[in-house]
């Protein structure tokens, strides 16, 4: 992996835990991609978490169901979101720079243009982006997006090989870990042959919106060819860059098994 552009995606799972001020999880990101980086590797970086601020910020526990309500929450979120980038970042040398995308973008010829443009413009003067939904004034990223799917599709526009989706949980499992001790973790789906293997979905988190099942519907829209591979990695290593190359702590998806001549 080197020479390429790596797209990360975090859960708000991970994003809420203690304090944004000073999060252990944001310090091994950014070691994480300090060590992509040190590899010739350029990041770009889609995260969640501006609603579980938001909801920090306004000492509210329960996720509302409200549209306008997750609206609001979100931007107040935004704000405090960033700038704990920020603050957290700086302390290893990472520039940021916030993004923020609807899906619709996605569908317009010129703004998906504009959307590589800038991002591979940041990129090449050694900044990070970090992108999240606009969900503050698009309804439709709070009723039916999420990041995951979001990552896979800038990951296809800017010619991504490799997504990473940084979770609660180690990788997928046979079945939910969290209700079931015999989950088993799978270490490498081809998801041509996916629908041969035995796999029970969980819902999501109380501050997720899509659980396991998102992730592996992003990583269908990701994996169009056998040059690219996907990984949903615990976001609780100590080392996240280290862990990715452990089968027994990550799973590895590709579009399919590789014939050998």
């Avoid at 306004?58 to 603050?87: C, D, M, T, W």
């Avoid at 992108?131 to 439709?140: L, Y």
């Avoid at 659980?211 to 996240?240: C, P, V, W």
């Amino acid at each position: 992996m080197s020479n390429s552009v790596v797209v990360i995606k975090v859960g708000s799972s991970l994003i809420s835990q203690g304090s944004l001020e000073n999060s252990v999880f944001f310090k091994r990101l950014a070691k994480c991609i300090q060590k992509f980086r040190g590899n010739n590797n350029k990041v770009v970086l889609v995260s969640s978490g501006a609603i579980s601020y938001g909801m920090k910020k306004r000492a509210i526990e329960k996720k509302p169901k409200n549209i306008k309500q997750l609206q609001s929450l979100s931007a107040v979120g935004q704000i405090g979101l960033i700038n704990a980038y920020q603050k957290n970042f700086d302390k290893f040398g990472l520039e940021v720079a916030q993004v923020l995308l609807s899906h619709s973008d996605f569908k317009s010829e010129t703004k998906s243009y504009n959307i590589k443009s800038s991002i591979n413009n940041l990129l090449r003067w050694g900044i990070t982006p970090i992108i999240n939904e606009n969900d503050s004034v698009s309804t439709e990223e709070i009723e039916r997006g999420d990041n995951d799917q979001l990552s896979a599709k800038l990951a296809n526009l800017i010619n991504s090989k490799t997504l990473i989706i940084y979770t609660d949980q180690k990788g997928l499992y046979s079945k939910d870990p969290r209700t079931n001790k015999d989950a088993v973790l799978i270490d490498e789906v081809c998801l041509k042959e996916i629908s041969n293997q035995k796999i029970i979905l969980g819902e999501s988190g109380k501050l997720g919106r899509g659980g396991m099942k998102t992730k592996l519907s992003a990583m269908k829209i990701f994996l169009i060819n056998n040059q690219r591979t996907g990984y949903i990695l615990s976001g609780h290593e100590r080392d996240l860059f280290i862990s990715l190359q452990n089968q027994k702590k990550r799973t590895r998806l590709k579009l399919s098994r590789l014939k050998s001549f």
